[in-house]
């Protein structure tokens, strides 16, 4: 009985943990989303996972990803950002195999006037902006 228990205690924990993705935008071949409880903001800085879901798979190198999860962050007294990390995977929504991780930041970008930056900004930078 105990064990049952425990059981059900670990499926309910674990359920909580997993990301609520919340969807921000979507183009033709895919659709991006955030995880606003991972959003973290610093001074004028806000930090939050992304989920890019593709329509068809991308390459990269001889490996075809659906799916990308990133950490960005966003300047939003500058309108820039930056990826802090990325991870590949085979399948839809972040699932399958994770093939390839990339933890290096990648240099501040503008963001552009329209886009999927843009969106994302805006939903990042909504709070700082008040």
């Given amino acids: 009985m105990q064990k049952i228990v425990l059981a059900l205690l670990l499926a309910v924990v674990s359920g909580s943990a997993m990301a609520e993705w919340v969807q921000v935008g979507e183009s033709a071949n895919q659709t991006y989303y955030v995880d606003p409880a991972?959003?973290?903001?610093?001074?004028?800085?806000?930090?939050?996972?992304?989920?890019?879901?593709?329509?068809?798979?991308?390459?990269?190198?001889?490996?075809?990803?659906?799916?990308?999860k990133v950490e960005d962050e966003f300047d939003c007294l500058n309108e820039r950002r930056r990826t802090l990390y990325g991870s590949f995977y085979s399948g839809r929504m972040g699932h399958g195999d994770n093939f390839f991780t990339n933890s290096k930041a990648s240099d501040w970008a503008p963001v552009t006037p329209e886009g999927v930056t843009r969106a994302l900004w805006d939903f990042a930078c909504k709070k700082t902006r008040r």
């Fill in 38 to 68: 991972t959003s973290r903001q610093h001074s004028n800085a806000v930090k939050m996972w992304i989920l890019f879901d593709f329509q068809e798979p991308k390459n990269l190198g001889s490996d075809a990803y659906l799916s990308l």
